[in-house]
């Protein structure tokens, strides 16, 4: 659009355009330095900086109305009363710089506050200290010019990165997580030393975090947030904390969302969250807990991912800095700031000094006698100035008229009570501040470092981490999303999918499973489950894929083209592309399949194949055990079964596993169990075998080795159980105040079976042994002030197997200072090597090959 041309001469047209651009900027600078950017030096936006400054204002120690507050900030901020309320909020949760009283809201449920005119505030011991000095403060003008504000406040303390901030701006954003109290002190403290540090988030909502791609805060970065899920019993679990960013509302909106949709199936729950939080999710009888939480976990807002994305204003622009750089800013920012208190300290106290020089020369020396019959006011000046002036040369700097002023301002009060030893005393006083504020600029950092110290002192008692850092395992969602879908098949027409429902059931299982077909031809495909999926005529074998599954093994006889030889082969699909047809038996036309089984642990049964009659052959029946056949890849041709025509293949006996035993690692870091050599080696497991888990608080769980178990509590044992294996407990009975031993076994039940005897307060487990041939030293305290010979202890001969539940025997009688416990080096397990892996391509030829060629070779 333009503005129309008129006849008058020298007007010309202007775009709108134009001015939209320069409009544009203007808009953009504004949003970015006055509303949404906080600055690097104080950590605040310009509304929460208005905020504090105006509650420093109406300061008095005693509470004020919000909305009195907020009344009053409006004469420095030129937006509504609503944005002021909720910035405030906002900074009151943090429970950091306002005191609060009344209903602030609550940042677990979500909960808003209560009105403006119903809350009270007031400052915090710690921001009364940390934040504010009018004496160091740099102000501007309001937006109207009626008043002062300050452009940043002297903050003395990595407030930015304590609190965390979340802006948005045009063209920008800025997203800062919150970090410690206490580590923030430490890291500040490490700079000033030289020394590296590293800084990770901390939330008031706690839970788990991942920051093994936090990047220290950059852009680019993210962590991952989770809540923390524990199991009471087999059928409920409970949320104790959140994910930052995330209140029980929206949890709970995302878990019943999942259990709609057939993700996760939970019968009901419920939210029990005051002060803290606590949300109950109770599972159906036929759920796995452990595969719930990882559910929840992938389906839910129980995982968080968060970008950081740390963008300050420095002077007058905004800059995209790391959070260790902010940190160094803001270090080098408060010792300039403590410097220049020091250099505002130093001169108060050398003017207190020069003054009360200047005040004891005029008393002393009575000069104020030779100014009585002066009569004008210039000639008393200059009378006092000439009687100070012999007086003067040790003083600080010279003397002005202002000193001289001062000096008639004296009461005569003062001058007949005057006391030389008090002066004296004071004057000392004043020296020796003035030796210390000048020790202090001389060793700034060593006091800069004294500084925080002393803030750590008196605020941080109570402000340790409250978010567990962890690195989180990856879930696979395939493995734990429940099976929310009926699966059909139409065999001899090639149909599959969730749609089919007059057509063959199969299974059930999840919208995100895969699926692996197999058809007579010998092809096999993999799909993702839909409603009807055309694979092609004669399926064989439908079941749900899994990536990387090396266990299940597929047993397959087939004919190479119409006429071809017969050949077998065993093998297993790792990895596919979806939608591709692959050739298993041959590329020949006509190829077909005339056995197939699918094992999923390896299993090799024995057929029967019997030959069509041929004069040929002496024996038309023959068996083929699978056992005896390698399992390779799937592209491998395998070994020749026969070159006469097959007229069936029928099984005989069903197989055992050939798979070895599987060799099973725990990964401290992650808490999970994986057969990918991370970690400690627990065993190599197979069947029933069970992991053996005790806790500090003498509780012992068997669990199975599958790879889905979690183990997020602390674990004193962690092992692979040994059935006949004796456990010793030695435990302290803080009622009896004497040391228990014990030894016993447990029992092959899935239930927790609890070992320790006493419940009193000061009970505690010293040490679980699970070997046998230990041996304990004992060292004993000092009784009267004698010592006692260290006593060892043979533990399999001091005490027998009992029940679980016996008390068991007194270890010692006197004082024990420390028990140390010697265990041998355990037998190794014999190596157990896994199934190697599958190859694509083979040698054909093999054991049952040649025994029939061998037989052919005979009957010509």
């Not at 009364?128 to 003395?156: A, M």
């Not at 007058?316 to 080098?332: A, G, H, Q, Y």
């Not at 401290?668 to 080696?681: C, I, K, P, S, Y």
């Not at 302290?732 to 031993?741: N, V």
């Amino acid at each position: 659009m333009m503005t129309e041309e008129h006849s008058h001469e020298g007007e010309s047209l202007r775009k709108v355009s134009g001015l939209y651009k320069d409009w544009f900027l203007d808009y953009a600078s504004y949003v970015i330095l006055d509303r949404a950017i906080p600055s690097v030096f104080d950590g605040f936006k310009p509304v929460q900086r208005r905020i504090m400054h105006s509650m420093r204002e109406l300061e008095d120690g005693r509470y004020n109305k919000v909305a009195n507050i907020v009344g009053n900030t409006m004469k420095y901020h030129p937006h509504g009363d609503a944005s002021i309320t909720d910035a405030m909020v906002g900074i009151g949760q943090r429970e950091l710089l306002i005191d609060t009283q009344g209903n602030w809201g609550n940042i677990y449920t979500g909960d808003s506050a209560a009105a403006a005119r119903y809350i009270e505030a007031r400052l915090t011991p710690f921001a009364l200290e940390v934040v504010f000095n009018p004496k160091t403060t740099e102000w501007t003008k309001s937006y109207d010019g009626r008043n002062n504000e300050p452009i940043d406040l002297p903050v003395k303390f990595p407030l930015l990165l304590a609190q965390g901030v979340e802006g948005i701006g045009v063209g920008l954003s800025t997203k800062i997580l919150p970090h410690n109290f206490n580590e923030l002190i430490n890291a500040s403290v490490a700079h000033l030393k030289g020394k590296k540090f590293e800084l990770y988030p901390d939330f008031l909502t706690a839970g788990f975090l991942d920051v093994s791609e936090y990047n220290d805060g950059q852009r680019g970065g993210k962590v991952r947030a989770r809540a923390r899920i524990t199991q009471t019993d087999k059928h409920t679990l409970v949320i104790s904390e959140l994910p930052f960013s995330k209140n029980t509302g929206d949890l709970i909106d995302s878990i019943l969302k999942a259990n709609e949709k057939g993700k996760i199936k939970i019968k009901k729950i419920e939210d029990n969250t005051s002060d803290k939080v606590e949300i109950l999710i109770h599972l159906p009888n036929d759920s796995s807990p452990d595969k719930t939480i990882d559910a929840l976990y992938a389906f839910t807002d129980c995982q968080v991912t968060i970008s950081p994305n740390a963008c300050v204003i420095v002077g007058d622009k905004p800059m995209f800095l790391n959070v260790s750089e902010i940190l160094r800013r803001n270090t080098d920012h408060t010792v300039s700031l403590l410097k220049k208190e020091l250099e505002i300290e130093l001169h108060e106290l050398q003017e207190s000094w020069h003054f009360s020089s200047l005040e004891r020369i005029f008393i002393e020396n009575r000069i104020y006698h030779d100014i009585e019959e002066v009569e004008t006011w210039e000639d008393v000046l200059k009378t006092i100035d000439i009687g100070l002036k012999p007086h003067t040369g040790h003083l600080l700097r010279a003397v002005t008229e202002e000193d001289i002023l001062k000096l008639t301002e004296i009461r005569i009060k003062r001058i007949s009570r005057f006391d030389l030893d008090k002066f004296k005393e004071n004057i000392a006083a004043l020296e020796g501040k003035i030796e210390q504020v000048k020790y202090n600029l001389a060793n700034l950092i060593q006091y800069a470092i004294d500084y925080y110290l002393n803030i750590q002192k008196k605020y941080g008692k109570d402000r340790q981490r409250k978010t567990e850092l962890r690195i989180f395992d990856t879930i696979d969602a395939t493995k734990v999303a429940v099976a929310n879908e009926k699966f059909y098949a139409n065999f001899e027409e090639g149909f599959i999918g969730t749609s089919l429902k007059k057509d063959q059931y199969l299974f059930d299982c999840s919208d995100i499973d895969d699926i692996i077909t197999f058809r007579k031809d010998g092809s096999m495909k993999v799909v993702k489950v839909e409603a009807k999926t055309f694979i092609g005529k004669d399926i064989l074998h439908v079941a749900i894929w899994k990536k990387n599954d090396k266990r299940t093994v597929y047993n397959m006889i087939y004919r190479e083209g119409r006429e071809g030889p017969y050949y077998m082969k065993r093998f297993s699909v790792t990895g596919v592309t979806r939608n591709t047809d692959y050739p298993l038996a041959s590329d020949k036309k006509g190829s077909e399949i005339l056995y197939f089984s699918a094992n999923p642990n390896g299993e090799a049964e024995t057929v029967t194949v019997l030959l069509k009659p041929n004069p040929r052959i002496r024996k038309n029946k023959m068996e083929i055990d699978f056992s005896e056949l390698a399992i390779k890849g799937r592209d491998s041709k395998g070994n020749l079964v026969t070159k006469y025509s097959v007229k069936k293949v029928d099984m005989k006996e069903e197989g055992v596993s050939t798979l070895a035993p599987r060799r099973i690692w725990y990964d401290e870091t992650v808490r999970r169990l994986n057969a990918d050599a991370r970690g400690t080696l627990l065993g190599s497991f197979k069947g029933d075998d069970k992991i053996l888990t005790i806790n500090t608080n003498g509780e012992a769980k068997l669990v199975s080795f599958d790879l889905g178990n979690r183990f997020d509590d602390e674990y004193l044992i962690l092992e692979k159980w040994k059935p006949e294996q004796p456990v010793t407990c030695i435990y302290y009975d803080g009622e009896k105040d004497i040391y228990f031993i014990k030894r016993f076994l447990f029992e092959n039940t899935p239930n927790v079976q609890t070992f320790m005897p006493s419940e009193h307060p000061k009970s505690f487990i010293e040490n679980v042994i699970v070997a046998n041939g230990a041996t304990a030293e004992i060292n004993f305290a000092k009784d009267k002030g004698k010592d006692r010979d260290p006593e060892t202890v043979d533990i399999d001969e001091f005490i027998s197997v009992k029940g679980i539940k016996a008390i068991g025997n007194q270890f010692t009688k006197f004082k024990v200072k420390t028990i140390n416990i010697t265990i041998p080096e355990p037998e190794e397990e014999p190596e157990v090597y896994e199934d190697p892996e599958p190859t694509e391509s083979d040698e054909d030829g093999g054991i049952i090959g040649d025994l029939f060629q061998g037989e052919e070779s005979a009957e010509n």
